[in-house]
């Protein structure tokens, strides 16, 4: 299944993708895909009910809503740095030894769609193209891979915005340039596993003012979503609806000579296999 979330900031509502141009409402079901949701019967009770709608043709067109995070608020979002090693590699970076974390605000989270807001002082604002995990049940010390598999509720489309003098040069954590406002522009929607041959085998891109920037693999992760997701949960309890980022492909504007940072005005599309795509114009903040 593939859910989503559609309306204004604030008041979207939760369907379930048919195909490009219909959807199922079930905002009668649930009131949101949020932590109660995941946490709950969620999914699983959910499917038969929108097997049933769809059999009886209670599907509904789209018609231009703007498309909202598929999932809300989520009670953390967890970044995982230098994950790929060919992004290490255009970085000067050695690749690291364990997965590298860092926490990225819950309300920098926006829809997919929605501008992003260039933060005042800002100078090297970048994107990132990244693959995000759900989680789907409350986790931690999980014992293996596969007890993994069961915590994970779907995967979504994200865009890891960062701001690279705020993240690097200004005397603090990660989280001081992951943070501002719309830095996490997430959906269209979210894919449940069933979804996926092979979440290892999905191709990653990112095209800025039509230039195409970043082309990779999620083949080339050097930890997978599995691993990840275990790994976490040894030094954090995962929450249902809880976002991990798992990392980007090379390509980003921090890895050009000179880098290519972002500017209002400019216009980034970020796509995965299977995941949908993206599209943000970056304007200046109030």
């Known amino acids: 299944m593939k859910l989503m979330r559609i309306g204004e900031r604030g008041a979207e509502r939760p369907v379930v993708r048919v195909d490009a141009r219909t959807y199922i ?26 097997e049933a709608r769809i059999a009886a043709g209670r599907v509904e067109r789209f018609a231009g809503e703007r498309i909202g995070a598929p999932i809300a608020r989520p009670h953390q979002i967890v970044g995982i740095g230098m994950n790929f090693a060919d992004h290490a590699r255009e970085l000067g970076l050695p690749v690291p030894p364990e997965p590298l974390i860092f926490s990225k605000s819950p309300n920098s989270l926006t829809g997919p769609n929605d501008d992003v807001l260039v933060p005042r002082e800002s100078r090297k604002c970048d994107y990132e193209v990244e693959l995000g995990i759900v989680i789907g049940r409350r986790s931690m010390y999980l ?12 995967y979504v489309l994200a865009n890891d915005v960062s701001e690279r003098e705020f993240q690097q040069e200004r005397s603090g954590q990660f989280m001081k340039g992951k943070s501002a406002p719309t830095f996490a522009p997430v959906g ?29 693999s999620t083949a ?8 990840l997701v275990r790994y976490l949960s040894q030094f954090l309890t995962l929450e249902p609806g809880d976002l991990v980022l798992t990392g980007t492909p090379p390509g980003v504007g921090l890895g050009f000579s000179p880098p290519r940072f972002l500017a209002p005005g400019d216009i980034v599309e970020v796509a995965i296999d299977g995941l949908g795509s993206q599209r943000q114009t970056f304007v200046a903040a109030g």
């Open 220 to 227: 080339t992760m050097i930890f997978g979503p599995l691993y």
């Open 188 to 216: 269209p929607w979210l894919a449940t596993p069933d979804e996926f041959a092979d979440i290892r085998d999905l191709r990653m891109t990112s095209v800025v003012n039509g230039e195409a920037r970043q082309d990779g």
């Open 143 to 154: 014992e293996s891979e596969d007890e993994a598999a069961t915590a994970i509720a779907g």
């Open 25 to 50: 409402d079930v905002s009668d079901v649930t009131p949101d895909f949020d932590e109660a949701f995941f946490g709950g019967p969620g999914i699983a009770a959910l499917r038969p009910e929108v």
